[in-house]
DNA sequence: GCGATATTGAACTATTTAGTTCTTTATCGG
DNA sequence: CCGATAAAGAACTAAATAGTTCAATATCGC
C-alpha cells in the first residue's frame, strides 16, 4: 500500500478556503497554500490538478458548507428564515469576510468556467430556497420576484463587508430591508 | 523645451480603466497596459508613480466620470433619480460590466490604502444625494436608511452583473425594489 | 525485517512580473 | 541649423510565479 499521506483532502480545503476567500484566485500564490495548508506542493499537486482545480474544490467545499447551516430550510418557513440568513449568513470571522462565492463573482473573468457554474447552480438554489420561505408568507407580489431582490441585496452586503462598517449598523439596515419587504 | 509627449494622462486613465476594471489590480499586466494604452512602461512610469498609483488614479478619473453623469442631481428630487441610477447606473459596454468601484473593494486587501479612502468618501457622496433624492418624496421611514439599503442593493446589482443575465430581468427586480421603497 | 509502493521534500525550470537604465530620437528656443 | 532638453524604445534586472522532477523516506503486507 506504501507510505500513507498524512493530510485528507477535507483538511487541505479547510485551511486554503481563507486563503482564497481573503486574497482571490490571481493574488494567491502556491507558496501561501503550502504555508497555510501545512501541505507540500507534492502533495497538493497529487490531489489537485493544478490551482485551478484546487480553487474549484474551494468553492464547492464552501457552498456545501454553507447549505449545511441551513438557514433557509428551518421551519417554518417565513421571514424570519430570510432575515436570518441575511443576518448571519455572510460571515465576519476575521479573514473570512462576507461571502466567498459572492467575491468569486468579480473574478469569472481569470477562473475556470466551472468555477461559473458552480456559483450560478448554487444562486438558483438560493433563489428556490428564498421563494420557498417568501412562499409561505403570502405576499401580493410573486415569491420570486421578492426572491430576486433578496438575493440582489444579500449579494450587496456581502461585497460591503469588505469595507470596515459597524456591525449594529448592517443589522438595522437589514431590519429596515425586511420591514419593506412585509409589506409586500 | 525637449520632444514633447504624445499622449495625455487623460487618454491614458480612459484606456486603462477598461483593463482594471475587468481583470481587477492583481491580474493586469503592465504589459497589458501597455497594449491597451499605446504608451511604452517609460511613458507610463514618468506619468505614474508605479502600478498602484496608476490604479488608484484610474479609480478616481471613473469616479468623476460617474459623477459627471449626474443621475441623482436632475431636477426634480425623487424616485425617479434614484430608480435611474439602479438602472442605468451599472454600465454593459462590452468589457465594463457593473461598476468598477464595486467591483474594486473586492481587492481592498491588496490594494494600496488609498484605493480604500477614494471608495469609502465616494460611496458617502451617493448615500448623501440617495438621501436627497428620497427626502424629497418625503417617505415615513428615515431617508438616510432608505439610502442605506438602496446602496447595498445597488452594490449588488452591480457585481451581479459578472453574470451574464438577461438585461430585462435586472430592470423587472429593480421595478420591483423601487415599488417595494415607494411603499415605505 | 524486507521489498514493493506511495508520499514527501527539496532542488530545479521556464516564464512572467514590476520596475530600471540607457541609448536613440524628436522637438523647441536661440 | 544647432545644442539643450525631454520623451520613447528597447534591453536589462531581480524577484516571484506555477508547475515538474527526482531522490529520500515512511508504511504496509508478507
Same mark, same amino acid.
Given at each position: 500500500?506504501?507510505?500513507?499521506?498524512?493530510?485528507?483532502?477535507?483538511?487541505?480545503?479547510?485551511? $486554503?478556503?481563507?486563503?482564497?476567500?481573503?486574497?482571490?484566485?490571481?493574488?494567491?500564490?502556491?507558496?501561501?497554500?503550502?504555508?497555510?495548508?501545512?501541505?507540500?506542493?507534492?502533495?497538493?499537486?497529487?490531489?489537485?490538478?493544478?490551482?485551478?482545480?484546487? /480553487?474549484?474544490?474551494?468553492?464547492?467545499?464552501?457552498?456545501? +458548507?454553507?447549505?449545511?447551516?441551513?438557514?433557509?430550510?428551518?421551519?417554518?418557513?417565513?421571514?424570519?428564515?430570510?432575515e436570518t /440568513?441575511l443576518k448571519i449568513?455572510?460571515?465576519?470571522?476575521?479573514?473570512?469576510?462576507?461571502?466567498?462565492?459572492?467575491?468569486?463573482?468579480?473574478?469569472?473573468?481569470?477562473?475556470?468556467?466551472?468555477?461559473?457554474?458552480?456559483?450560478?447552480?448554487?444562486?438558483?438554489?438560493?433563489?428556490?430556497?428564498?421563494?420557498?420561505?417568501?412562499?409561505?408568507?403570502?405576499?401580493?407580489?410573486?415569491? +420570486?420576484?421578492?426572491?430576486?431582490?433578496?438575493? +440582489?441585496?444579500?449579494?450587496?452586503?456581502?461585497?460591503?463587508?469588505?469595507?470596515?462598517?459597524?456591525?449594529?449598523? +448592517?443589522?438595522?439596515?437589514i431590519?429596515? /430591508?425586511? $420591514?419593506?419587504?412585509?409589506?409586500?
Amino acid at each position: 500500500m506504501g507510505r500513507p499521506k498524512n493530510f485528507s483532502r477535507e483538511e487541505v480545503l479547510e485551511k $486554503a478556503v481563507p486563503v482564497f476567500w481573503k486574497h482571490g484566485f490571481a493574488d494567491t500564490s502556491l507558496q501561501e497554500l503550502e504555508r497555510a495548508t501545512g501541505v507540500n506542493k507534492s502533495g497538493l499537486y497529487t490531489e489537485f490538478r493544478d490551482k485551478e482545480d484546487l /480553487f474549484v474544490a474551494c468553492l464547492r467545499h464552501y457552498l456545501e +458548507s454553507q447549505e449545511k447551516r441551513g438557514f433557509l430550510t428551518r421551519e417554518p418557513f417565513g421571514w424570519k428564515n430570510v432575515e436570518t /440568513f441575511l443576518k448571519i449568513g455572510p460571515l465576519n470571522k476575521g479573514e473570512q469576510q462576507g461571502c466567498f462565492s459572492v467575491n468569486s463573482m468579480r473574478e469569472f473573468a481569470i477562473l475556470p468556467s466551472e468555477a461559473y457554474g458552480v456559483v450560478t447552480e448554487n444562486r438558483a438554489l438560493l433563489q428556490r430556497l428564498l421563494a420557498m420561505n417568501i412562499e409561505a408568507e403570502k405576499p401580493r407580489m410573486a415569491p +420570486s420576484a421578492i426572491a430576486e431582490m433578496v438575493l +440582489s441585496f444579500f449579494s450587496g452586503l456581502c461585497i460591503e463587508r469588505n469595507l470596515k462598517s459597524g456591525k449594529t449598523s +448592517s443589522t438595522r439596515k437589514i431590519e429596515n /430591508f425586511m $420591514a419593506a419587504l412585509r409589506s409586500l
